[in-house]
């Protein structure tokens, strides 16, 4: 298995009680799961927690057969091989799209740096926009920005909080189609949370229902 959490507990430090309790699943290579559950129910946390932007208080984590977290185990966000497309974008506003997209990319000189940018902007059909910044583009446009800046360090985990959330309800069925098509060329895989059942179907292998923070149940997402 790629991707194996188990029993992961978490509380926040001013919390009165446990936010994600014994959460366990199981992740093939380049399957999409999607997280589903109402709003509170702990989606953003459990992607925080894979991420590496909280700790756990039980439970493991582990990668490609590497433990990222467990009782004695810690790995830094920046060396998980995990990127996080977060609910608003955060895009650097005063940075134009192909500066985000550059902001990501670490260990390459600007020759290589160029080349990947160019990739990035092909792959997310934004040939044209390198120039531009973020307020000159639209919602949609903006989120494939957040996804290429996100995808140009070849993560080999892509975590999408509410990737549709901020999107006009006509664009929304168009971007996830365009996403489904950018997710499937590059064969990444993938866990994003959603509270709408129609984003987990569309784009989802299999559904994890979260309820208060616990697992309800994991269906294929044919069978939802
Ligand atoms: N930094 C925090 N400190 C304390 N409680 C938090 C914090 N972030 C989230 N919570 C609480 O944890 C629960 C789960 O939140 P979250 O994971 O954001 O849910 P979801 O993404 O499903 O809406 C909520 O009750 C929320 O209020
Ligand atoms: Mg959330």
């Known amino acids: 298995m790629f991707i194996e959490i188990e029993d992961l507990c978490f509380r926040y430090p001013n ?7 014994d959460f366990s699943v ?7 799961i999607c997280i589903l559950g109402e709003s509170g129910g702990g989606k953003s946390t459990v992607l925080r927690l894979v991420a590496g932007l909280e700790i756990p208080s039980k439970g493991r984590i582990k990668i490609n057969e590497i433990t990222m977290v467990d009782q004695s185990v810690f790995v830094p966000p920046e060396k998980r091989g995990v990127g996080m497309v977060f609910q608003d974008y955060a895009l650097f506003p005063h ?16 020759k290589e740096k160029d080349f990947r940018i160019n990739q990035m902007l092909d792959l997310v059909n934004l040939g044209d926009y390198g120039k531009r910044y973020p307020y000159e583009l639209s919602g949609g446009q903006q989120q494939r920005v957040a996804i290429a800046r996100t995808l140009a360090p070849k993560p080999s985990l892509l ?5 549709f959330s901020n999107l006009d309800t006509e664009l929304r069925s168009k971007i996830r189609e365009e996403i489904n098509i950018i997710l499937k060329q590059t064969s990444i895989t993938v866990i994003f949370v959603t509270h709408d059942k ?22 294929d997402s044919i069978l939802f």
């Open 15 to 21: 919390a009165p009680k446990a936010v994600i309790q």
């Open 26 to 32: 199981t992740i093939e290579h380049g399957e999409v």
């Open 95 to 110: 940075m134009t799209v192909s500066e985000n997209i550059r902001f990501g990319l670490k260990k390459m000189n600007n």
């Open 159 to 163: 975590l999408l909080d509410e990737p």
């Open 198 to 219: 129609e984003d987990a179907k569309a784009m989802a292998d299999r559904i994890v229902i979260l309820k208060e923070g616990k697992i309800v149940e994991i269906v």
